[in-house]
């Protein structure tokens, strides 16, 4: 208690010092929860968006699919898939099971003809966001919207018609397609025979990468069906109501699958999502290297304040020893100090960065479309509980380490040479 | 029955490459209860002598026994532990805490001692009563006179009950008036409670209140 209220007192005894020292350890805090907490929105969205665009939380394929289906695609085809669609639907955590059944082609206007590659989807489960939901960042910044294909014009794919088309923003563009405009598909069946159908285009649409829109369409699935003359198709997508239940269903999943002896496999989003486990890992990286380099700095001024306090103070260290204090007792009365100013230092920043990264996050920051994408996106920090604990524990282990030396050259000194300093 | 014995005891500062002999085979006892003055000029040894006697600095060469103990023998936290139950110290410039108030630096003293807080307290508004100061207890140094400060101090140094009370030139930064008042009070508890007091200083005034005169010159006792 006493020990408390000493070091208290030497620790605000120079007003201005203290609030430059405690203004470096909040400042450090702050930026370490801030941008922890900026990275993980970019991680929530780059998944969540990553989910909803491509990979569904978990695809079931046939069993070989993944090994050989990309030099023999169709020989991996799943045949039995809507039963397989019940039975997964009935778990509770999904939200829905979606067919797809990809393929290449060419496609003609007559005049132009361009090789593509075609999704055949169930429009009911794989909405499209229409340019007027994009308007409202932060509406479409929320997990349900993330990643959609957004139409650009025209519409998405419609009702029960099955001679339709959308096409990728760039497809569109190359082939200078309209609405209602007829394109001819050609492609190989199944068995190797050659087929073409004629499509209505409804519209267009961009995800969120270019390089995807620059060759692909989506149709109705029964019509890329018909094309290739199959019932089956390549891959069921499953759709969770929360990401944070993958890896529950995945185990069930793969029981049932061997249960049943059923001949399929799976794969989680994060086997695909190559990418976003590459990003976040150099983002890990990089917060690592900023806690360092942030931990540095505190750690200086602290060390600087601490010596300057050693210094000032030679003469009462005299006294304290001379009252009987031994050493030890010395040091620990300054490492005590250090630890307290990394305390009050941690609490002020850790609050400081609550409301700050709390603020930013009401209001959002426009931020331009990272490489290879084409949106612009609204970023929301948000504040990790474990990054907000971490960062206390470090601004406590800092003013503890920075007290150090200074403690110990504290607990060095000569009791007589330092009664006799002035 | 002695409290401190010095026999033959040399000091030597190394400054560099030359030798200060700060003491020249000393030899002293000085019993138990003693009101005792160590006069001589500036640079003659009174604080150098007053540290070895204090525990707090070691003999060159020589032996001293603190209350039968021969100190050589006992390492920096044994020395540690028998300052904190056996001596106090007054010093020149008082050497109070800043940030401490009055009744907080006497508390300070009992730091070390297993007690209550409050029983801290109680003992310590003592000691500032016993000097005349509890209506400043709550005031800190800055805030106080010198002689008040060097009051606060001897209230610190007793609230302890040591054996032995050291103060180096405990007058030197007073007026005179002020520093006999204060040698009155040391002599005052000196006689209440029988602790030993020894006191540097080269003010006739304050030698003509001891009982006892050692005069030291360049390092050596000239009359005990
Ligand atoms: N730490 C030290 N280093 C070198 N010389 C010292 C040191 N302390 C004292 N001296 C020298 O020792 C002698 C005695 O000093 P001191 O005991 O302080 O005398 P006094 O207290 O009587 O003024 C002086 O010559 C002083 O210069
Ligand atoms: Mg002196």
Redesign the interface.
Known sequence: MMTLKIALRNIFRHKARSVITLSTIVFGCVALIFIGGYFQDIFWKMREGFIESLSGHIQIYRRGFNEHGRIEAYRYLIDNYQEIKELVSDFPEVEYVSARLQFQGLMSTGSNTISFIGQGIEPQNERQATIEETQDLRQFMKSKNLGLPVTVFGTSLVGDDDYQVVLGRGLAETMRAQVDHRVTLLTSTVHGATNALDLNVKGAFRTTQKDFDDISLRLPLQTAQSLLDTQAVQVLVVKLHQTEDTDKVFKSLQVIIRDKKLNLELRRWEDMADFYNKTAELFNMFYLVMRIVIGIVVVLGIFNTMNMSVMERISEIGTIMALGIRRRGVMKLFLFEGLLLGCIGGAIGVLMGIIIVSLVAAIGIVMPPPPGTTFSWLSTPVIVPSIVISTFFLSVFVGGVSALVPAYKASRLEITEALRYR | MSLIQISNVSRTYQLNSISVEALKNVNLTVAAGEFLALAGPSGSGK?TLL?IM?C??KPTTGEVLFDNIPTASLS??QL??????K???V?Q?F?L????TAV?NV???L??KKMT?AQRRKEAEAALDMMGLLHLAKHKPLEMSGGQQQRVAIARAIVREPLLILADEPTANLDHKTGEEIVDLMREINRQKKTTFIFSTHDQKVIDRADRVVRIWDGEIVSA
């Open positions: 604080t540290n204090g707090i600095d920096n936290d540690s532990d028998l300052r904190a139950e001596i106090s110290f010093f410039n050497n805490f800043p940030v401490l907080e508390e300070y003293a730091f070390l807080a």
